[in-house]
């Protein structure tokens, strides 16, 4: 009688893999839409560019790349958020004159049958003496899990944006509901306001069976690929996340990188998005003196497989 209990309840629960497998596969796939500006800066000058999800869709995540006309010694992102419920914008300061720099945004975009995306914002003055650092952290309510997240960081002050450098973008590893950001402040005139916005996802009352779409109804798998900074001013490294396993994808992702001592040895983030599926950022060098004292730090590629 024993025997039959057990061998019963392993194959019910066998039956159960296989539903979720099959009701996996049904799953409608991650829409990335894009949106581009190109511009001629002048000194201190921005840029920004809006992805915006078709209808009937909405984002669940988002990046950037940007890609100057030469070098990338000179471009720092100030966002990478939601705009509503259907839309990403990132921005960027470019403080050389006549540098012509394209900004893509990159929305990723999904039905969200009987489920709601809120956004939970937590701001965090950058005010303290050159070269402070500070931590925002938004946290997801309970009954929530956390999907994605964003930054922004605001100021009157170009100066300040242009020197507010934003190093860490990911849910806490120690939290898996916080959605952490760090930057640090450069030797600016004027203090910048610092954002972390996490995506929280909770399922709203509906029919069994209709809740099908691009996310999976479990909390991401954090997974993560590391190289090092190049030793060389300006040089610049990218890194790729490993594929997510089985039928699970990316949806989301963000970066990390060492806390700096001092503006100049942080890693300026230039593309933080999702390519060919996996989770890439780059980042590049921009120190004194040329090379930099001893060893570069590490730069990590954080992707969340849904």
């Given at each position: 009688?024993?025997?039959?209990?057990?061998?019963?309840?392993?194959?019910?629960?066998?039956?159960?893999?296989?539903?979720?497998?099959?009701?996996?596969?049904?799953?409608?796939?991650?829409?990335?839409?894009?949106?581009?500006?190109?511009?001629?800066?002048?000194?201190?000058?921005?840029?920004?560019?809006t992805a915006n999800c078709p209808p009937k869709s909405f984002v669940i995540g988002g990046g950037y790349v940007a890609v100057p006309s030469v070098g990338l010694t000179r471009f720092v992102a100030t966002e990478s958020a939601r705009v509503g419920v259907r839309a990403w914008r990132a921005a960027g300061r470019v403080f050389t004159n006549g540098l012509s720099v394209s900004l893509t945004a990159e929305a990723y975009c999904a039905r969200l049958r009987g489920k709601k995306v809120a956004a939970v914002t937590a701001s965090a003055p950058l005010a303290g003496a050159s070269f402070s650092a500070t931590e925002p952290r938004a946290t997801c309510p309970r009954k929530s899990r956390l999907l994605s997240g964003g930054f922004a960081v605001t100021s009157g002050d170009a100066d300040a944006l242009a020197t507010a450098f934003v190093f860490e973008n990911a849910i806490d590893p120690l939290d898996s509901r916080t959605w952490s950001v760090k930057a640090l402040r450069g030797p600016a005139a004027s203090a910048a306001d610092v954002a972390a916005v996490a995506y929280c996802l909770k399922s709203r009352k509906g029919k069994r069976g209709k809740k099908k779409s691009a996310i999976a109804p479990r909390t991401p798998r954090e997974l993560t690929g590391q190289t090092l900074l190049p030793t060389t001013r300006g040089g610049v490294a990218s890194v790729a996340a490993p594929p997510c396993p089985g039928k699970r994808r990316g949806i989301s992702g963000g970066f990390r990188s060492f806390t700096p001592s001092n503006p100049v040895g942080a890693a300026r983030f230039t593309e933080s998005r999702l390519v060919a599926g996996v989770w890439t950022v780059s980042a590049f060098q921009f120190t004194e003196p040329d090379p930099p004292p001893g060893s570069p730090g590490p730069i990590v590629a954080v992707e969340y497989c849904g």
């Open positions: 009688m024993k025997h039959r209990l057990v061998t019963a309840s392993v194959a019910a629960l066998a039956a159960t893999a296989l539903l979720a497998t099959a009701a996996e596969g049904k799953r409608k796939p991650l829409k990335v839409k894009s949106g581009t500006q190109t511009t001629t800066t002048t000194l201190d000058g921005g840029v920004s560019a």
